[in-house]
């Protein structure tokens, strides 16, 4: 067959360039809506090493490093996938922010423009390599009687049929689908000099022959309703159509009855078509039925890429059956999981963008009886393999070479002789987190007790009482407990994250790397025999990465928060999801207050998880004694 070549396909030997195969354990960060029995039932399960029952899944991470990690439990399991990748080299990531009614736009985040230069930074001959890798995954995750459908528009939907038809096989090729996405044209943007564009082209494969179809209906057109003019003794309605084949046995038999008739000037005899004994219209490729989300649209979640519940439902319902399982790794607004879950389908839903993950744990949330699900990520995982790519093998020179450059970004000198400061930047000490561990308040007693015997010791002794702590992770209890620990020791401490970015070579090049110090929580805590009361009482946010327009919108901390969380009994393993309140478009409000009576008296371990209009969270830890 012709094949479709771009820069980058071949390497220097002639072969194909593979997509990334490591295989990463998964870090279930969170697990929403589980009960305490079926998270003690979950908890002796893992501790016998027996198999946990099935928990969706939502995971916020690249899709390089995402899919070749679902590899190793689904290859060959996925019955559906539907995938909605960029398909427009002017798209980015950015998304709207809604304060008392009032819409921002916030731009795309460090990580998220990585993407867009790893799909885009080539033009096309990177996107094609880029959706090239993605679709060989997606084939072996498929299972042999599944089907996936890829949704795209004019810009690059040539190209993507022709590595499809490549991986998956011409003879594979099902359906291309024409979605018109409004019922009017003219509500299309005005173009003068050509034709307005009003549709998406989705393109439809199976992995082989043998695959599941379940033809779907739509509702008669009011012509053709009003063709069942005619109403039975019972009432039902009726026309008459041609009977073109027929025995005459069973012919004398419809007669006989009333359920067919010899018309003189017909060829045919006729027979009684009831409109309650049909399905409808069969859909064809053109669906021109399923329209845009309108501005008040219910479900709107005002997501520059939503598409409506109809579309995801009619390809769910056809390609898949109750309890099959379907995967969407571009899942944006939530739409395939949110449809998923109502179908009663198993699902995994993924996205780079924390804005996205956020967006549809709220929207499953909204689900009456939505099914427990957990949040993961590759976390410290996929920092261990690009710290060993990046520096070698060697544990110590490796640890070394990584602290000088995370330093370097930071724009701090690194310095020697200490084991827990390794920088200085404008007199204060920096220390540099590892990439498999949380900064924890074991560290920052580490760090205060080595900056207290640091202080005019040499050349390298601070010169301004603050230490800057980098971290990739931070323990839950950090803010409240390590603020402590260096207020005691007289210590002006400040807490930032490594973002992700360090990882891409071109961020680097580009200097594109910001720290960001973590927002700061205060809840007060009330207790009256079994029962604790919680109430938030302020929420700081830096100021660095929002945009001044909303900065100036806001008048009041409270305003900052979009959801919160509580895990009412934490045992120091995943954050329990087992209470949220959180604002939507019709609900703007956030309950500021909650309570909770414990059935037994005891020490017990509060976590409190809010997440802000940007889609980051902020965990704190509490300590509450119920008698």
């Given at each position: 067959?012709?094949?479709?070549?771009?820069?980058?396909?071949?390497?220097?030997?002639?072969?194909?360039?593979?997509?990334?195969?490591?295989?990463?354990?998964?870090?279930?960060?969170?697990?929403?809506?589980?009960?305490?029995?079926?998270?003690?039932?979950?908890?002796?399960?893992?501790?016998?090493?027996r198999t946990s029952e099935w928990r969706n899944r939502l995971i916020w991470g690249d899709k390089k490093y995402v899919l070749p990690s679902l590899l190793p439990e689904f290859a060959g399991r996925v019955n559906l996938i539907y995938i909605d990748p960029p398909f427009d080299t002017g798209a980015d990531f950015s998304f709207q922010v809604e304060i008392d009614g009032e819409n921002f736009t916030k731009e795309p985040s460090?990580?998220?423009?990585?993407?867009?230069?790893?799909?885009?930074?080539?033009?096309?001959?990177?996107?094609?390599?880029?959706?090239?890798?993605?679709?060989?995954l997606l084939r072996e995750l498929l299972h042999e009687t599944g089907s996936i459908y890829v949704h795209l528009d004019w810009h690059?939907?040539?190209?993507?049929?022709?590595?499809?038809?490549?991986?998956?096989?011409?003879?594979?090729?099902?359906?291309?689908?024409?979605?018109?996405?409004?019922?009017?044209?003219?509500?299309?943007?005005?173009?003068?000099?050509?034709?307005?564009?009003?549709?998406?082209?989705?393109?439809?494969?199976?992995?082989?022959?043998?695959?599941?179809f379940n033809k779907q209906y739509t509702e008669l057109s009011e012509g053709a309703l009003k063709r069942y003019d005619k109403v039975d003794e019972q009432g039902r309605r009726f026309k008459w159509n041609p009977m073109k084949t027929y025995s005459e046995d069973k012919l004398k038999k419809m007669l006989a009855t009333g359920e067919a008739m010899i018309i003189p000037t017909s060829k045919y005899p006729v027979y009684k078509h009831y409109l309650d004994e049909g399905k409808g219209k069969v859909v064809d490729n053109i669906w021109d039925d399923l329209p845009h989300i309108g501005t008040f649209a219910e479900e709107r979640v005002n997501y520059s890429t939503q598409k409506p519940e109809a579309l995801l439902e009619r390809i769910i319902k056809t390609s898949s059956n109750p309890g099959d399982l379907v995967l969407d790794c571009f899942v944006g607004s939530g739409t395939t999981a949110a449809v998923a879950e109502k179908?009663?389908?198993?699902?995994?839903?993924?996205?780079?963008?924390?804005?996205?993950?956020?967006?549809?744990?709220?929207?499953?949330?909204?689900?009456?009886?939505?099914?427990?699900?957990?949040?993961?990520?590759?976390?410290?995982?996929?920092?261990?393999?690009?710290?060993?790519?990046?520096?070698?093998?060697?544990?110590?020179?490796?640890?070394?070479?990584?602290?000088?450059?995370?330093?370097?970004?930071?724009?701090?000198?690194?310095?020697?002789?200490?084991?827990?400061?390794?920088?200085?930047?404008?007199?204060?000490?920096?220390?540099?987190?590892?990439?498999?561990?949380?900064?924890?308040?074991?560290?920052?007693?580490?760090?205060?007790?080595?900056?207290?015997?640091?202080?005019?010791?040499?050349?390298?002794?601070?010169?301004?009482?603050?230490?800057?702590?980098?971290?990739?992770?931070?323990?839950?209890?950090?803010?409240?407990?390590?603020?402590?620990?260096?207020?005691?020791?007289?210590?002006?401490?400040?807490?930032?994250?490594i973002p992700r970015d360090v990882?891409?070579?071109?961020?680097?090049?580009?200097?594109?790397?910001?720290?960001?110090?973590?927002?700061?929580?205060?809840?007060?805590?009330?207790?009256?025999?079994?029962?604790?009361?919680?109430?938030?009482?302020?929420?700081?946010?830096?100021?660095d990465e929002v945009p001044e327009e909303v900065q100036r919108a806001i008048k009041h901390w409270s305003q900052w928060i979009d959801y919160w969380a509580v895990d009412w009994n934490n045992n120091g393993d995943t954050f329990h999801n087992e209470w949220q309140d959180y604002r939507t478009r019709k609900k703007r409000d956030l309950q500021m207050q909650v309570a909770h009576t414990y059935s037994e008296p005891g020490e017990y371990t509060i976590v409190v998880k809010v997440i802000d209009i940007l889609g980051n969270d902020t965990t704190k830890t509490i300590r509450v004694r119920v008698r």
């Open positions: 067959m012709t094949e479709l070549i771009w820069e980058g396909k071949y390497d220097k030997d002639g072969k194909k360039t593979a997509p990334l195969r490591v295989a990463l354990p998964f870090q279930t960060v969170e697990t929403v809506n589980e009960s305490a029995q079926d998270r003690q039932k979950s908890l002796e399960l893992f501790r016998t090493g460090i990580i998220e423009m990585k993407a867009y230069r790893d799909t885009w930074g080539r033009g096309l001959d990177s996107y094609l390599q880029w959706f090239y890798e993605t679709v060989v690059v939907g040539h190209y993507a049929k022709a590595i499809m038809d490549e991986i998956f096989g011409q003879e594979h090729f099902l359906n291309e689908v024409i979605w018109k996405r409004t019922f009017n044209v003219g509500s299309s943007k005005a173009i003068s000099k050509k034709f307005p564009i009003n549709n998406d082209y989705i393109l439809y494969y199976v992995k082989s022959a043998s695959f599941v179908l009663g389908r198993r699902w995994i839903a993924c996205d780079l963008g924390r804005f996205a993950v956020h967006t549809t744990r709220k929207r499953l949330l909204s689900i009456p009886n939505v099914k427990p699900f957990i949040v993961q990520n590759l976390g410290k995982y996929e920092r261990q393999v690009w710290q060993a790519a990046e520096f070698g093998e060697e544990a110590e020179a490796k640890t070394q070479a990584y602290r000088r450059f995370i330093l370097e970004l930071y724009h701090a000198q690194p310095i020697t002789g200490y084991s827990w400061l390794h920088g200085v930047k404008a007199g204060r000490m920096v220390h540099v987190g590892a990439v498999d561990s949380p900064v924890s308040p074991g560290d920052i007693a580490q760090i205060a007790a080595e900056f207290k015997k640091a202080i005019g010791t040499g050349k390298d002794a601070p010169t301004v009482n603050g230490v800057d702590v980098l971290g990739w992770d931070f323990a839950f209890e950090l803010n409240e407990v390590a603020k402590q620990q260096a207020a005691q020791a007289n210590i002006q401490m400040r807490f930032l994250k990882m891409d070579k071109r961020a680097v090049e580009q200097g594109d790397i910001q720290f960001f110090e973590l927002a700061a929580l205060s809840v007060d805590v009330q207790t009256n025999g079994k029962t604790v009361t919680l109430k938030l009482m302020d929420f700081v946010i830096p100021p």
